[in-house]
């Protein structure tokens, strides 16, 4: 998706976490590979701390944020509390039609 608009003004964060029994450590070389796009920074966060402040609660596995994309308007500035999301979604796989659709809207 990100190779269809080359020169729109985007700035991606992936947020790697332990979630399932398999992640034990921070992403590998190869793992980090997968998003190749220079507008993309990629951060590892074992304690899910961004989870907790999107509303994960300690003890139910059912809470937590992942595999979740969120589109934001430029210039948004995060307070007290995350802002709204233009465009929020999950999984990401399943979503990227409408992040899609939410990116051409805002003619970015």
């Given at each position: 998706?990100?190779?269809?608009?080359?020169?729109?003004?985007?700035?991606?964060?992936?947020?790697?976490?332990?979630?399932?029994g398999?992640?034990?450590?921070?992403?590998?070389?190869?793992?980090?590979?997968?998003?190749?796009?220079?507008?993309?920074a990629?951060?590892?966060?074992?304690?899910?701390?961004?989870?907790?402040?999107?509303?994960?609660?300690?003890?139910?596995?059912?809470?937590?944020?992942?595999?979740?994309?969120?589109?934001?308007?430029?210039?948004?500035?995060?307070?007290?509390?995350?802002?709204?999301?233009?465009?929020?979604?999950?999984?990401?796989?399943?979503v990227?039609?409408?992040?899609?659709?939410?990116?051409?809207?805002?003619?970015?």
């Amino acid at each position: 998706m990100l190779a269809e608009q080359p020169d729109a003004g985007i700035k991606v964060f992936v947020i790697w976490e332990r979630v399932l029994g398999t992640d034990w450590g921070a992403p590998s070389s190869v793992v980090l590979g997968l998003m190749r796009d220079r507008r993309a920074a990629q951060f590892w966060d074992p304690r899910r701390s961004l989870s907790h402040r999107l509303g994960e609660k300690d003890g139910d596995r059912k809470s937590i944020v992942w595999d979740w994309v969120a589109l934001y308007p430029p210039g948004l500035r995060w307070d007290d509390a995350p802002p709204a999301p233009a465009f929020t979604g999950r999984p990401v796989e399943d979503v990227i039609g409408g992040l899609r659709d939410a990116l051409w809207s805002a003619r970015l």
